[in-house]
């Protein structure tokens, strides 16, 4: 502990007196400083232990002492040490009665006890109380080693939160909470989601203190990893301020967790070329080759079905990549995760219905709503554009992967985030009309039909849609008009010779239904 005016008084060898302010003997001393100034204030920072002999005050005067310690009691000023015998044999009245009224401690220093000594009591026992912080955080950084080697993050939160007598949590890259102690911090900790995602836009290291009325304790929060994007986060919440101690234990354990989630560059660069590797073999219709290559790397990924995820953003895709890791490495699951060599596109290999590819949706229909409300966050990675393959098996790979590409090129176009093929497989092909490159086929195609109809010689296009939609059922199409159905022969007789094609070509029929619809959906 640091010293305190209270252990001062019961220093032996000091003999001081205490005249006021009893009951606040127990707040630390910082620094025993001597000023005979008659105002010291502009000088002090607060905690000191103010040493006087009133060589330039009028300690008796009531009025200019009530001035004097008013002031000193609002600098922070923890105690003011009155040496008797020099210019006062005795402490003034005046002087006690405003110490007494500010709650400001007064020591009365008999004559000979100097100055000097008081100042070297308080030195060594900052000096004492450092070495004391120093060596019992050595003896945490040891104890958080062991644990952080044999218990892994688990025993490493559990010391840390003994030695700061608080809380401590980690959480992941998506900002989930993957370990805490106490037990019961966790629930605490899951309330910190929305600052640990501010904390993570910052570039590491990092650090933010919550606290407040809301909150019931002080939350310390620092990011863990040393990339642009924080890797992780530690949360540690107490009741107050933490001493040298508890921050010798606090920052052991950063450079620890530091450690322990942070892969080296080089190993992680070596896994991304075995998954490349991986990948192209899968992609070749060599998928014994790719488990040979894999080993236990991926686990039975490879065996089981999974789904291919393209994503690609000109201005990176760590977000999505952070959260499908981190969800895998939560759930236990192995994952693919290989930029493609643009940089631009994300291959993503996960177990169907697994967390990963769930935290891909789930990333993805995040920014969705971010950039359709046009949020600030929806700035980074504001161009992501996700395609997601159907279920495939081992052999089907090269098949998936077309699939999300399909998929990412409808996203594209329509300006979604997330397209999944299945939905497209489900659905209509008449949404794909739309695009602006069908639209001016299906133009140039029909024009010459409009071109006729607008000389008020005929109604052709109205005709060829009726008799498409009755798959060339003279009488019934006729009939949808109301006209003849020698009219109509001729109508369609006409149609063909201003296209110069043949309506008996079952591929000039589809061309111009689909033509005929894409110009109704405008």
Same mark, same amino acid.
């Given at each position: 502990m640091p010293p305190t005016l209270a252990s001062l008084v019961h220093h032996s060898a000091l003999k001081l007196t205490v005249r006021a302010g009893e009951g606040r003997l127990d707040v630390p001393v910082r620094w025993a400083h001597v000023s005979e100034l008659a105002d010291p204030v502009p000088y002090m920072e607060g905690g000191e232990l103010l040493l006087i002999t009133a060589l330039k005050l009028d300690a008796e005067n009531p009025e200019a002492m #009530? #001035?004097? =310690? #008013? !002031?000193?009691? *609002?600098? *922070?000023v923890v105690g003011l040490g009155f040496a008797v015998g020099v210019n006062y044999d005795e402490t003034p009245k005046a002087l006690v009665d405003a110490a007494e009224a500010e709650g400001l401690p007064l020591l009365e220093v008999p004559r000979r006890t100097p100055f000097l000594a008081i100042t070297k009591a308080v030195s060594a026992a900052i000096a004492a109380d450092q070495y004391r912080a120093v060596t019992a955080g050595f003896a945490a950084q040891r104890e958080l080693t062991r644990q952080a080697q044999s218990e892994g993050p688990e025993g490493l939160l559990a010391v840390l939160a003994a030695q700061i007598d608080g809380w401590a949590a980690l959480y992941d890259a998506s900002g989930a909470v993957v370990a805490a102690a106490p037990e019961w911090a966790g629930r605490r900790a899951a309330r910190l989601t929305a600052? +640990?995602? #501010?904390? !993570?836009? !910052?570039?590491?290291?990092?650090?933010? =203190? +919550?606290g407040g009325p809301e909150h019931e304790d002080r939350v310390e929060l620092h990011s863990i990893g040393t990339g642009r994007r924080p890797r992780a986060a530690l949360a540690v919440g107490t009741a107050a301020a933490l001493g040298t101690a508890e921050r010798y234990a606090l920052y052991s354990a950063i450079a620890l967790l530091t450690l322990t989630t942070e892969r080296s560059r080089s190993l992680q660069a070596a896994e991304q070329r075995i998954g490349a590797a991986v990948l192209r073999m899968l992609l070749a219709g060599q998928p014994d080759h790719a488990r040979a290559v894999a080993g236990d790397l991926y686990g039975g990924l490879l065996d089981a079905p999974y789904r291919i995820v393209l994503a690609e953003c000109a201005s990176g895709h760590a977000g999505i990549a952070d959260a499908v890791e981190a969800a895998a490495a939560r759930s236990g699951e192995s994952v693919l995760a290989v930029p493609e060599s643009d940089g631009e596109r994300l291959v993503v290999l996960a177990a169907d219905g697994g967390a990963a590819v769930g935290a891909c949706v789930d990333y993805a229909a995040a920014r969705e709503t971010a950039r359709a409300a046009q949020e600030p966050s929806a700035g980074e990675e504001d161009d992501l554009v996700v395609g997601l393959s159907a279920p495939? *098996?081992?052999?089907a790979a090269a098949g998936a992967y077309k699939q999300a590409e399909q998929a990412l090129s409808v996203a594209r176009r329509r300006g979604r985030v997330l397209v999944e093929h299945e939905q497209l497989a489900a659905g209509s092909v008449l949404p794909l009309l739309a695009d602006d490159a069908v639209r001016a086929f299906a133009d140039g195609l029909l024009r010459a039909l409009h071109e006729h109809d607008a000389t008020g010689r005929g109604d052709l296009v109205a005709s060829l849609r009726a008799w498409l939609s009755r798959h060339g059922q003279w009488d019934a199409a006729a009939a949808d008009l109301g006209v003849h159905r020698h009219t109509l022969r001729y109508r369609m007789r006409r149609v063909e010779e201003i296209l110069g094609r043949s309506l008996d070509d079952p591929d000039v029929r589809m061309e111009l239904w689909l033509a005929l619809k894409a110009t109704s959906a405008e």
């Open positions: #009530r #001035r004097y =310690v #008013r !002031r000193l009691a *609002g600098a *922070g600052d +640990v995602e #501010r904390l !993570r836009e !910052r570039a590491a290291p990092a650090s933010s =203190v +919550v495939a *098996g081992p052999i």
